[in-house]
């Protein structure tokens, strides 16, 4: 009985038969609270705070982004201040974060590919300390995070540079002023006459693939019905959940690569993936945040997070905050909402600008 109650509390969602995934549900979308009440902060700087601000928000376990200035002497600064160099601030970001739903680690890779982290002395044609990037760890286990991402990073070869980026202890952050907050929104012609004149979102397409509806579209559910197999089905597109221990890629060792058997999306890297007892494959964390979605899952009696894949508009698992380091969360998924693209094939299915990932 034991061992029953335990699997339950494990799974992805309770067993059910194959076949019989037609259950009443309840999910929250995009809820602005902490699911558990937890939170977090993280505080990065890379060049003009608008840019970095906007692509954090709308991400599931992400509360409030908020630009400002952050690791100077100075009390109180002023944008005219800070922007001119008579602070010894820089422009940054700070983010209020639910650790049970996104992972200090997931935020980090967002991170990096939102500026030039090669760029001494500024940021793209802002020039001076207050646009240099950073990263300000707000405890041992933050650095510890950083640190490693970085060194990862600088392994990957994707850049002609070493990373210049410095981790730094968090001291102080102060707001910006109410004009700066999301002005992608307030001022969107200026913002993506900015992003694109600076040469932001050149470097931004050369470095780092493309996540998008149009690079990996979704097919229609009668596509779906055609080319997945009934489990297959069931679980993406009703919800279902495969057996514990009896599913294709739960005992996989092999490197490589899973992706959204919807849109083919790439989900998540073999690196990330360990042993957690549970009967179905487990992840530490997705190769990027932005296209998961984690509304709260209220069916069944429980209230938990579930993981979409949001290009696949489908269904893949759940996460719960019972991981190993470094993120303490386990991305528990179903195999039937993946394909597994070997490392050896990464390059011939189209997948070859993550092999970094999993080496």
Not at 76 to 84: D, I, M, R
Not at 334 to 343: D, G, L, R, T
Request: charge should be negative.
């Amino acid at each position: 009985m034991f061992s029953f109650i335990l699997g339950l509390l494990m799974a992805c969602s309770a067993p059910s038969e194959q076949g019989s995934a037609n259950q009443e549900t309840e999910k929250q979308a995009d809820p602005v609270t902490s699911f558990s009440g937890k939170t977090e902060l993280a505080t990065f700087a890379g060049g003009c705070f608008w840019c970095v601000e906007a692509p954090f928000e709308g991400i599931d376990g992400v509360l409030s982004v908020v630009s400002g200035y952050a690791g100077g002497k100075e009390k109180n600064p002023t944008y005219g201040e800070v922007s001119s160099g008579k602070t010894s601030h820089r422009e940054s970001v700070q983010i209020t974060f639910d650790p049970e739903v996104i992972s200090y680690s997931e935020l980090v890779d967002i991170f990096w590919q939102t500026f030039d982290p090669t760029d001494v002395g500024g940021s793209f044609y802002d020039r001076g300390s207050q646009y240099e990037s950073a990263i300000f760890f707000h405890d041992a286990e933050q650095k510890k995070v950083a640190e490693e991402s970085k060194k990862l990073l600088d392994q990957s070869g994707k850049f002609d540079k070493p990373i210049a980026t410095p981790i730094i202890k968090y001291t102080n952050f102060y707001e910006a002023e109410e004009y700066h907050q999301d002005y992608y929104k307030k001022k969107p012609q200026d913002y993506y006459s900015y992003r694109t004149g600076s040469g932001r979102d050149a470097f931004i397409k050369k470095h780092w693939p493309e996540l998008s509806q149009e690079e990996y579209p979704a097919k229609s559910k009668e596509e779906l019905k055609a080319t997945l197999t009934d489990l297959q089905y069931e679980v993406t597109m009703e919800d279902a959940t495969e057996y514990a221990f009896q599913n294709e890629y739960n005992g996989n060792k092999e490197a490589g690569i899973y992706v959204c058997i919807v849109s083919g999306a790439p989900l998540f890297s073999s690196k990330d993936k360990y042993e957690s007892g549970s009967g179905w494959p487990s992840f530490t964390k997705p190769i990027d945040a932005r296209i998961i979605d984690k509304p709260v899952d209220k069916t069944l009696g429980m209230i938990r997070v579930e993981v979409r894949s949001k290009l696949g508009n489908s269904h893949l698992g759940h996460v719960f905050y019972d991981g190993p380091e470094p993120t303490g969360l386990r991305y528990c998924m179903n195999s039937a909402a993946m394909k597994f693209i070997p490392k050896s094939q990464m390059e011939k299915e189209g997948y070859g600008e993550f092999i970094w990932l999993v080496n």
